[in-house]
Every structure is written in C-alpha cells, then in structure tokens.
C-alpha cells in the first residue's frame, strides 16, 4: 500500500491565540500519523473546510514531505513492513536529527496487555510498571541506563521488595525494554532510536532457595476426607484438582479444554510461546478426579471456573480463601471476619498459615520423589517442567504413560 501524506489543520485544534497549527498527515499501513510544523495560521489562511490554503506555507510542507518521501525511497521495500509509528520516528531522525521520544511506560502497558491475552505473568509486569512509574513518572526509553536501573533497584530496596520480587520486577523490566529496542531499531538499516543496553553490568538480584511448600501424604489424605461446605469445600476440592493432576497451577485448570480420550490436555500458560513444544502437557484421568469433573463440569472448558470468575487470579484467591479454613489455631485478619460473619464449616488439620492451593503441587513431586521412588526426571516431565526437555525433546517422542504411572504411583499411595 502506497504511503501518502497531505497538509492538514483541524477546527478543534484552534489555539488561545486564534490561530491554526499546520501539520502533516502521513497514511501508512491503515494508519494515519502528524508531524508538527512551525507553522501557525489564521482562518483567513483556510478555506471553509479548514484546508490550507497559504501559497507560502502550502511550498514549505511539500518542501517537508520531499524530504521524508526521499528518506523512503532509500529505504526500499522493508518499510512496508514497519508501522507508522516506526515510521515517523525514523523520518524525524532522519530528516531532521530530532531526538525521537518514546514513551517507555506506554510501551510497557501495551506490552503487557498482549501478555494478558496471551494468559501468562500479566500481573507481574502491571506491577512492575506501577513501581517504574511511582519510581519516575514519564520515562523515555533513552533515559534508561545503567544508573537508571540502579537507582530503580535502590528504590524498591527502599520500598522493602524482596528479592524474589526484585529479581522478577527486573527480569520483567528488562524483558520490556529489550521488545522495545526490537521494535524501534533496525540495524540492518542503521536506525538505532534506543542505543542504550542498561542491564549489561546489572547484577541481578539472587532469589533464595524457596521454602517447601508441601504437606505429607497424611495431611493430602486427611484434607482429602475432611467434612467442609460452603467455600471451604470449594477449596479443598480445588487442592485435590490440582493434587490429582500433579500439581497443575489454577491459571492451567482455569483455561482448560474439555477431556478428550479419557486425558486431559493443555498448554502450560506459565512457558506457552517460550518452548519449542508450546509446553504441552496430558494426564490420564484417574478415578478419583472423576467426582470433580461431573462437580464443576463447565459448559466450553472442562471446568466452570472460567464462567464463574472473570479471571484466573481471582479464581485462585478465592480458593486460597477457602483451604485456609481447615487451618488449626488460624488467625483471621479484621477484614476477612467481617466478610464471612458465618464462616463455613471444616474440620480443623495440622496446616501450616501459609496454606495454599500451590502446596498441591510441591506435595505431589515430594511424595512422587521420597515416597515412591519415582525418577527426578520423570516428575520434571509430570511438572512439564523444560529441565532435561529442551535438546533430547527434539530427538525423543514424548511418552505421556510415564506421566500416567507417577500420577498413578502417587494417588495410590495416598489415596488407595
């Protein structure tokens, strides 16, 4: 499609000081961009459909848009596939050695919104914008350097950040900046618009080990027939989900489709897109899952979680909510007791405060590992973990029975 430009000034845009702004309209791609000028004109300049009609002004634009037209003809064919935000920034570099200013925190928003979509760590990166932006407002992407990232660091230091959070908030952030410097810059073509690479002497934070998050095969069992109702229920139920389906995160039981073949089948949100077999994964449907299937049988997925919460964090919070009444000795903060004045009943069991439905899948790799003898990589594989699958994956065919007989191994240790 051919890039045209025209001279253009709007009604609505009339100044304090009864004038017009002149400025250049360039169409590309099914999408229209301004270039300011200097120029700024009275109604008399315009005809009654406020075009130009200036002799003077009307020769300095094209003047302008020879300019720009030239800068693309050297370009060749590879502008057609740049978007005309790109391309506006490329002929005000070019044409006029103006320093391009890109909006970081805009970037990063739109960024993060295709990761919404694409259902992976979305709430991670609306946080690490928010700290960003509480850090510095506006920022512009070839503000960001070294020193830039290390005042960034020290700040969420000061906000009391661990360092997991501060080595994901990094990791996210540099993640951002480096799909911007994708976007904008060309090498090939010598348009480099973000010269800067600001994480090159960063040290990243070092996560600790994380604590165990599991519970013996004693404490699954009793969870697994303790008397509860109401959202209790529905929290032990959602555990034992996740348990029966080696420790499937809620994000997964969320989005996932109907069973088919007597298996149920997904693509791991957490690792979609960044693996060459998309993070499938597919576990034989044992007995014992059975009940819950038929419980919350959804309408398009295999369960209605999905048409119950509008997203899966909400989801999983209010899941959270309901194991941590099988808690013993369990505070409840001020705000919790005035929600649930009549709190649902549940046997009491020996659980840690920390309780959540993520224990699911800590308990099943350590009961898979220390009391049934299963392989270190066999549960990688049941995890759907990339550990030890991301070189012989490309030469070994998966074989999902060896997930079938972990799976089994466990649930008849536990349950049986």
Known sequence: MAITFSIKTQEANKGKDGKYPVMIRMYHNSKSVYFKTIYRIPKSALTKSYEVKDPYILKECAELINQYEDAIKKQGNIISEWTAYKLKDFLLKKTTGEVVMLNFIDFA????GQMKIKKTSFAGYRTMINHISEFQPDVIATEINHKFVSNFMDFLNERGVGQRGKSLYLTLFKSVYNAMKNEYNDEDMGIILIPNNPF?????????IP??????AERVRELYNAKADGLAEFGRDVFMISFLLCGTNTIDLFY??????GRLSYNRSKTEGRRSDDAFISYKIEPELLQYLKKYKGEKRAFNFSERWKTPYSFNKYATQGLKFFVKDMIFKDYFLRRYRVFPYADKLDLPHGFSIYYARHSWATIARNKCGISKDDISLSLNHSTGRVVTDDYIEVDFSLIDRANESVIKYVLR
């Open 211 to 216: 604590k165990k998050r599991n519970i013996s």
């Open 109 to 112: 928003k739109k960024y993060a």
């Open 256 to 261: 996932m489709e109907k069973p088919k073949d």
């Open 200 to 208: 090159k002497k960063v040290e990243m934070p070092k996560v600790p």
